[in-house]
């Protein structure tokens, strides 16, 4: 059920929906964001009618703005809506970083990722909206990976309060497309890797930005599976008009795996660094970081991550690019 965890009841969806006719706008949220603003790139090269919803209106894409102002209390963009066949939600509260099982955080990525995504896609609803693409996150699954990678069809296990965010904001997008006719598509990316990234990408990236040398040269043996916003933004227009789209969670990622020291790399390239590594045991990297305290950082710059996405070629005939 589409509920706060902490309330009884959530309002009813508006399931006035209005045939759409002609329209094949597409809204972007987020479009500022590390990957809002890539998507927007990527498909305003590619001649799509885009349009950039920013919480500002301040979107640096040259095509026409959307400001719903802070979620969840979104502004009414139901005129705006009404010119748009598809919205691809990218806007979020994004991950607060702890090194214990603690639920901080738990109310502010609620009310913006599971509430303001609810409140984007009533009004979406009303507006007559055809399709809502919800980018949500392969911690759905959970944080480390064992015998085989995440599929689509896995039972979640969220780790974070983002995860649970986004998990719940899923269950409410269905619940919306069960008594109405939007169609709902999920899409489960790990991390996203790119030019000035989020997450413990970014963390990597300021130690580079230091120029200090790292201990991680001998972090060569996990495999962690992420994805380039090449490759993420190509699922994601397939997206806007595959058939077979609406209904279904798809899971993305680059092709190969890797391992921290190639991500390290890979990081480093990507945002005009260099990667100083120097040799310390996994062994010993681990022992230390669970002493401190800090056994989820070392879950995830040693533990194996990988993510299964044939389901996504399945169902669309998708591959990687990358």
């Given amino acids: 059920m589409c509920k706060h965890p902490r309330q009884n009841q959530y309002a009813e969806a508006v399931v006035v929906t209005k045939i ?15 990957l809002g603003s890539a998507l927007m790139n990527y498909l305003h090269q590619r001649k799509w009618p885009v349009l950039a919803g920013t919480r500002d209106g301040n979107s640096r894409a040259p095509v026409p703005q959307v400001t719903y102002g802070t979620l969840p209390e979104i502004s009414d963009i139901t005129v705006q809506l009404s010119k748009v066949e598809t919205v691809i939600h990218c806007a979020a509260q994004v991950h607060v970083l ?14 913006v990722n599971k509430d303001g995504t609810f409140a984007l896609a009533k009004q979406a609803i009303s507006a007559g909206v055809k399709r809502f693409i919800f980018v949500s996150t392969i911690g759905v699954h959970g944080n480390e990976t ?3 990678g995440f599929a689509a069809d896995d039972i979640p296990a969220p780790h974070s309060p983002y995860a649970v965010s986004k998990l719940a904001a899923e269950d409410c997008l269905r619940e919306l497309a069960e008594k109405t006719s939007l169609e709902v598509v999920i899409l489960r990316p790990p991390l996203i890797l790119g030019p000035n990234p989020q997450g413990n ?12 040398p790292l201990p991680f040269a001998s972090a060569t ?3 962690r599976s992420l994805v380039s916003l090449q490759t993420l933004s190509s699922l994601l227009e397939l997206c806007i008009h595959h058939e077979s789209a609406p209904g279904k969670v798809f899971l993305v990622a680059d092709k190969q795996p890797m391992h921290t020291r190639a991500i390290i790399e890979r990081v480093a390239l990507d945002n005009g660094q260099k990667a100083r590594l120097f040799w310390v045991p996994v062994n010993l990297l681990r022992n ?17 991550l990988e993510v299964n996405y044939s389901q996504t070629t399945k169902h669309l005939g998708w591959t990687p690019p990358i």
Wanted: net charge positive.
């Fill in 20 to 34: 759409v006719k002609n329209r094949k706008n597409i809204l972007v949220t987020g479009a500022n964001g590390f």
């Fill in 221 to 223: 043996k996990n495999k």
């Fill in 98 to 111: 702890k090194d214990n099982n603690s639920l901080g955080g738990w109310d502010e990525h609620l009310k």
């Fill in 288 to 304: 230390v970081l669970s002493i401190a305290g800090k056994k989820n950082l070392s879950t995830q710059l040693f533990g194996d």
């Fill in 201 to 212: 990408l970014a963390t990597i990236s300021r130690l580079l930005s230091y120029g200090l």
């Fill in 146 to 148: 064992t015998r085989r």
